[in-house]
């Protein structure tokens, strides 16, 4: 059984760092892609991140790049978004997703793509 747990969000000062986690159990990380999505009240869930499976190839949405880092660490079955730089406009539910099929970086950003999700946690960023 596939499950996705996030850990680390809090309230962080605009400019802050944060570091979040996403502990995977019942698959290798390596054999799925992975994802970070997030969300704010009213809003579609928005793609931040992700990992190609296989390759390991790294691809993020444009408003993150430069400030933002996946990284995954297969002997702990975990990938992680550190978050530099933050803004306001960063503050959201962030959500941990995998699916064994979806490409990352070729397309792969519609959170329907993917079938398992952890049940998020929230960041708030503030002035």
């Known amino acids: 059984q596939v499950q996705l747990v996030e850990s680390g969000g809090r309230s962080v000062q605009a400019g802050g760092s944060l570091r979040l986690s996403c502990a995977a159990s019942g698959f290798t990380s390596g054999s799925y892609a992975m994802a970070w999505f997030r969300q704010t009240p009213g809003k579609e869930r928005e793609f931040v991140g992700g990992i190609r499976w296989g390759s390991g190839g790294i691809y993020y949405t444009d408003s993150v790049k430069g400030r933002f880092t996946i990284s995954r660490d297969n002997a702990k079955n975990t990938m992680y978004l550190q978050m530099n730089s933050l803004k306001i406009e960063d503050t959201a539910v962030y959500f941990c997703?995998?699916?064994?099929?979806?490409?990352?970086?070729?397309?792969?950003?519609?959170?329907?793509?993917?079938?398992?999700w952890g049940q998020g946690t929230q960041v708030t960023v503030s002035s």
């Open positions: 997703a995998a699916d064994r099929w979806v490409v990352v970086g070729s397309g792969g950003i519609s959170p329907g793509l993917y079938e398992h």
